[in-house]
């Protein structure tokens, strides 16, 4: 199984059609669908203006009927928003956290678009990850990757801690998510962390100040074979 992930569009306002995000998106939503994915995955902050039902509403009509495609919030989203431009079958569960069994490995998807993960969250990656292998879809990244960048300093998520603890004790073996808008694979002593880069703007994480660094729109690729897992960006 192929499974896609894009995060962190963060898709203008506006009618103008010759818009870089717009058009960078539209970039990795061909890759995606000519790359014969199996799911698709947004993992959030979909629009530039917060909760912009006009930007959505471009997301909506821009994706393809395949690959299946789930919708998740990140803190720029307002979680009815999304449930009533997407509908069920793109945001799957009204309060956006839900698990889904995909070979050997659950899926578990969770909403941190409060900026922490809430205590019934956490019991939820306990109780589903408890016995079986499962990979983690997370807007926030639970590490902080570089405690002295600009990102972990001002916009880390607030209980990183608790969760990181959570998932090292649970059968989570990679996470998957964006909000730090850069690309990075780390191995944080318990689980594998996938950061997926924005193909709206990209920030230095290793400076303490906001920098925008010079990029190129990503899709990280996430291969399930029977009991194994790889994954890698493909810029387009
Ligand atoms: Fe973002």
Redesign the pocket.
Known sequence: MRIHQIT?L?IPDGETTNDKTKSNVLKLLSFAHKDHSDLLVISG?LTMTDNSVQACEWLNSALPETPRTIIMP?N?DKASVLWEVFGPKRCISHDFYFALDIDAYKLIFVDTSSYSLPDDQIEFIKSEAANQASLLFIHHPPDLINPSGFMALNHALENAPQVSEAIKESQIEHVFC??Y?NAIDKDCDGFYLHLTP?PAFQIDLDSEEFYLQPFNPGVRIIDIEQTSITSHIIYV
Do not use: F, K, M, N
């Open positions: 962190d963060h902050d990140g720029h964006g909000h808008h924005s």
